[in-house]
């Protein structure tokens, strides 16, 4: 359309209208809603959350899918390798059920009389040779990868999806208990933290003065002992376990949550609306618990969200290093701790609890991260 | 200043000593005594020991003498080692676990300044992205699982570096670097953090805008005010040092302080898990006093805030 067609009557002079102008053309936002929206934008968190619903329903269910249980043992089907349906063609996945192994001798016939033993074997028919250098004599100048398949061996018609551990216990059922376990035992924690360390800092902050001054000191004091150290020395008079585990990363671990909500409530309690309700003869509870607590629910989530790891990554440490939970019970730490014990010669024993435990930790971690960004743009970097 | 530092030292005073009692009380609720397993020992040879070892003595003072020897830094004797007391076993373990400690604080705090800087630099480019990946992954997954992966397939798998001891260079490579992921990790997002504002501040725009050159203004102008912020990871850092030392030398097979703690566990020598954990809660303490007291000393305002609470 050039100049000479624009005429003046194709335009209309807008009416000032008192009422539209006021008008609201957005849908009204909540505080969740506009956090939802930001978190959703955010694809790091996404995925987070995703790994977490998913190694959840994972712990929840997965048990369920196999007739093993957590204590099953068949010692004559120790070391499994794991064997899943469908993949068993893709060899460097390494879950086709097959032990390898490189061997180096003089020659090839020495190579493979090594993988013989290695395996225990009286002739080749379950192993497969892949000769990668011929060799000339010369001391271990050959060098044979060896295929070795115990499922065709011992005729186990049954799939291992992560394989058996020394004792010849089904690891997909013992890493997704496991993983139950761990998360149970992170969330429990977690919320005690929580329940304990809001209670105390709303309190602290909310009558403040000497009160708070007394609440103040005694959590300088807590906060000065090492995490480690009570841990520690809590799990030593405690018999150990899950109850152990839980008193120990909680009986300091509130005090995080406690100085974080005293600080929100110290900032909210002399806002105008705290001072209506006061006028209109609320009790301290009620101020407290409906005014004062819901307004920095967005803190205590964030906070609580970086617990979680925490205590999932101190109950595998416990676990790690002797005072965790004690056999046959598993949590990602033992079972971790048990798969370093065979790891040179049997890896998927540790790597499919470490790669479980390195998802949650990691979706937790970004997840958090996430929600900090969405629930609190001010501390948004 | 001189009133701020003696209140955190009282306040450390303090702390060891509610840590010192708890041990106390917890050495004489743990089940058994020292004397349990020997059951030739006949009851008149069991009074001269207990005789020997003061533990007929009154609770109080017991408890009296032992503070007394912890204070002069007397952690009582080895229960499964002949003769060796329990700081003799510390020290001369020690030098190990802080050479262990030190490299992979060097190496992290550096590799982890690098990453964070190029990251600030290069804000929302691929770098950027690929060093938030790292640290990450670094923030979430255990030393002990990146040492076991480091262990297979570099050690085993591909015969590059020794699994285990120390001694060697090459034996160090592998456990450093477990120990130092962590370390990098929180620096490089610290510092990322740190130096996006530091770079939209005023004083860097005045400097860009007087033509000072970009690498003056990063190094000179930005990294230097940058870096002061960063001792307050220093904190969380040590915590993850020293439970990383205790796993990352059982690992490897490193003869340090953890290496003897992981051991004393599995033989329920309790005097040197008590003292090894003393030792760590005091360790622990002065270094987050000495990072207070610099924190104080290089930024006033976070000791004026400190104060009014």
Redesign the interface.
Known sequence: MDKENVKKDLFVPAQKDEEKSEQINRPSLSFWQDAWIRLRKNG?AIFGMVTLVLLTLLAIFAPMLTSHGLDDQDLGLSRMPPKVQGLENFQWLGLDGKKSETFEADSVEEAKDLALARFSQDDFSYIEFDVKAEGDGSEDSAEVKAYYDPYADKQVEEYFWFGTDTLGRDLFTRVWIGTRISLMIALIAALIDMLVGVAYGGISGYFGGRVDNIM?RII??LV??????VV??MI??LDPGITAIIIALTITGWTGMARIVRGQVLKLKNQEFVLASQTLGSSNTRILTKHLIPNTVGMIIINTMFTI?NAI?FE??LS????GLQAPDASLGTL?ND??KA??IN?HI??FP?IV??LI??G???LA?GLRDALDPKMR? | MAKYILKRIGYMLITLFIIATFSFILMKMLPGSPLTAEEKVTEAQREIILEKYGLNDPIPVQYVRYLGNLAQGDLGVSFQMKNQSVTDILMSRAPVSAELGFWALIVGTSLGMLLGLIAAIRQNSWMDYGSNIISVIGISIPSFIFAGLMQFYIGVELELLPIAFWGTPQQAIMPVIALAIFPMAISARFLRTEMIEVLGSDYIVTAKAKGVSKFAIIFKHGLRNALIPLITVMGPMAVSLMTGTLVIEKIFSIPGIGEQFVNSVTTNDFSIIMGTTLFFAFLFIVIILIIDILYGIIDPRIRLAGGKD
């Open positions: 790091g103040q300088e004091v000065g002992i090492p995490n480690l150290v520690i020395l030593m008079i790891p990554f595998a440490f790690f290093i002797g005072l971790i798969g370093f790891l040179q890896p540790m790597i470490a435990m390195s930790m990691i937790f971690n970004i991260d970097e």
